[in-house]
C-alpha cells in the first residue's frame, strides 16, 4: 500500500482538501468539530492538526500513531 504524506505545519483544511477521507478519520479521533457546518472552510484554515489535538486535550503521539495505521506518513 502506498503510504500517503500529511505534513502536520499544513492547515486541516488543505490537508482535508487533499485526503478527502481524513475528514471522517480526525472525526473519529475526537476532531469533532471538523464535521459542523463551515468550520472546515473558516477554522481549518488556521488550524492544523497539532494545534487542534492540543485544543481538544488529544495526545498528538496517539494522532500520530492512529493515522500511520490508516496509512499516513505522519511528518
Not at 487542534?52 to 503521539?61: C, P
Amino acid at each position: 500500500m502506498n503510504k500517503r504524506h500529511l505534513d502536520l505545519s499544513s492547515s486541516v483544511y488543505e490537508l482535508c482538501r487533499s485526503n478527502p477521507e481524513l475528514v471522517d478519520l480526525l472525526y473519529d479521533l475526537g476532531f469533532t468539530d471538523i464535521k459542523k457546518p463551515g468550520m472546515l472552510s473558516t477554522v481549518g484554515r488556521f488550524m492544523t492538526i497539532e494545534k487542534g489535538a492540543s485544543v481538544k486535550k488529544l495526545d498528538l503521539e496517539s494522532v500520530k500513531a492512529y493515522l500511520r495505521d490508516k496509512g499516513y506518513d505522519v511528518s
